[in-house]
């Protein structure tokens, strides 16, 4: 790499627009292959949830965020990175989160998209709770094991 | 130092941060913990089950027996739920 | 699954737009929990390359890609899935192939959009044809042996 | 039945598409490439290295021992290099 990428990391209350992000990212490169991006969305199958609160550790949020990019730009050889992770209000159907990964090749930019989220997932300092649509006691989602699994395997 | 609180542990103890001035014998997190526990019964259900808190020394995470001498700021939470 | 997602593939000249392919996918939605976009685009790092011709077999390039396509959704449990593949000139910079896959669980989502690459990458009938900006004669890009492999994890 | 070829096969051969009529003995995709080699330069140079060439009958991708007498269109063309 001659070039260090400079990753764009942002937290924020306001929603995003992947498709914006995506062309702020490429707009007027020529050295980018593969584009990968994820977004995280509030499910919500059987109609219980009301909303997600996301409350976040303002300053460690960023920091930490901006930890894991520069740990995936050091595995990876990528052109360009975005992070991009609400807090605050959201309700079923809205965007939580954005990953975007550019890079030569599909295959980095696919293995650095799944790693910022198994480490986000773990590590970035958010916590969702739950507004019941029935009004009952909103409650705190609990960590789920897998993610702990899915970020072992970066080890 | 400033001890900052999020999540259920922050709901438990009715505060999101104050400022705390731990004895001179209470040097890892993992000391900071039992110190706070013994403050009241709100603590002491925060940080009922050490193996769900996890803290963080000036923003970045720490383990259990990381030194909190130098720190200026120190945070409680529970395990990370975001993405 | 309750109803058999149905995938959306097109083979077409125009470009398309990211952005307005993953609102189509996720609008009024809340069941997807992950949203994976992948875009192929045209790289050029040196200035050689003038454009790419791509082409195609009419009729079974779609059909091989709703054959892989079916088959990504008979792998995993998807919520929507969207593959557009251009054919035609194309320049640098400019998107050649997205693979949209909508999932409750990311782990889902982004092992069927790098399946569906891999797959598409050595299966569906595309040839590139550069053109070099310097008037040299037009050359036929080789296969990758990598793509083979890349297919091969998938067995 | 109708033969479609692709990319440099195309190329080689100077036809995008035409009808052909192999006689009855040739009935797999390996013995109609033989057969079609012997059509001319074109034909000998495009199918010159057979692990280069693709085949499809009927719009589905074709082992060189598939069959194809029942075969309405079968398409010759290089590995593939979309996406």
Redesign the interface.
Known sequence: MTQRTAPSVRVQAENFDPGREQALLTHGRRNIGALVSFVGLCRDEDGSLESLELEHYPGMAEAEIARVADQALERWPLQGLTVIHRFGRIRPGEQIVLVLTAARRRADAFAAAEFLMDYLKTRAPFWKKERRADGAPDDWVEARFEDDDAMARWR | MKA?Y???VRERIGLAEEDIAPPGEVVTVRQLIDWLSARGEGYAAAFANPATIRA?VD???AAPDAPIVAAREI?F???????
């Not at chain 2, 939470?77 to 993405?83: D, L, V, Y």
């Open positions: 900052l999020f999540a259920w963080a923003k970045i995470h945070a939470f529970p395990p990370m739920t975001g993405g």
